[in-house]
T-cell receptor, first 114, second 110 residues
Framework: SAVISQKPSRDICQRGTSLTIQCQVD?????MFWYRQQPGQSLTLIAT?????????ESGFVIDKFPISRPNLTFSTLTVSNMSPEDSSIYLC???????????FGPGTRLTVL | GEDVEQSLFLSVREGDSSVINCTYT??????LYWYKQEPGAGLQLLTYIFSNMDMKQDQRLTVLLNKKDKHLSLRIADTQTGDSAIYFC??????????FGKGTMLLVSP
């Protein structure tokens, strides 16, 4: 299985600021994703992080709000820009394992925006 | 469109079996997954089943898939208080797109 770490694990931020979340995987993976879990809700896919090219965003999510970088096969960042209280969520990094039938999730970053 | 439904809450006594049910609508699903989320934690992959199988057993966990009815269940034998968590059903369509249910909160009482 893939071991995924995220930094920070939690943060409390002020409205209007930005936060960058890091995701590190212990092995090279082809597919990396960013999900959001709003309070008491299920998970929603934000985007697929593509190595060496622009991320692929799902409907309702845009690059200006959630810029994503993926410089190599083990690392990605998600930035939550110009934050508002509605952005308070858990943000989770996810990867498809080497056995492509498995998908793993990081521990999540719990973001609170005041 | 894709939709995954789960009951929201299940309460059992320690030592009993728990059965968490899930229905999905996309007949092109390739894999179906069960994830566990404990309070304040990320998602832990518990088990998964390929869509051409009808059963998979892994220690205390049994997954049953009725593809005709698009119904998936997770049975936990000898449920323990440590099994208390939210359980998410998810289906995969295409290469890697997962659609999640809203989660079932399992509460195990001593």
């Amino acid at each position: 299985s893939a071991v995924i770490s995220q930094k920070p694990s939690r943060d409390i931020c002020q409205r209007g600021t930005s936060l960058t979340i890091q995701c590190q995987v212990d092995s090279q993976v082809t597919m990396m994703f960013w999900y959001r879990q709003q309070p008491g809700q299920s998970l929603t896919l934000i985007a697929t992080a593509n190595q060496g090219s622009e991320a692929t965003y799902e409907s309702g999510f845009v690059i200006d709000k959630f810029p994503i970088s993926r410089p190599n096969l083990t690392f990605s960042t998600l930035t939550v820009s110009n934050m508002s209280p509605e952005d308070s969520s858990i943000y989770l990094c996810s990867v498809v394992g080497q056995a492509t039938d498995t998908q793993y999730f990081g521990p999540g970053t719990r973001l609170t925006v005041l | 469109g894709e939709d995954v439904e789960q009951s929201l809450f299940l309460s059992v006594r320690e030592g009993d079996s728990s059965v968490i049910n899930c229905t999905y609508t996309d007949s092109s699903s390739t894999y179906l997954y069960w994830y566990k989320q404990e309070p304040g934690a990320g998602l832990q992959l518990l088990t998964y089943i390929f869509s051409n199988m009808d059963m998979k057993q892994d220690q205390r966990l049994t997954v049953l898939l009725n593809k005709k009815d698009k119904h998936l269940s997770l049975r936990i034998a000898d449920t323990q208080t440590g099994d208390s968590a939210i359980y998410f059903c998810a289906e995969r369509t295409g290469y890697s797109t997962l659609t999640f249910g809203k989660g079932t909160m399992l509460l195990v009482s001593p």
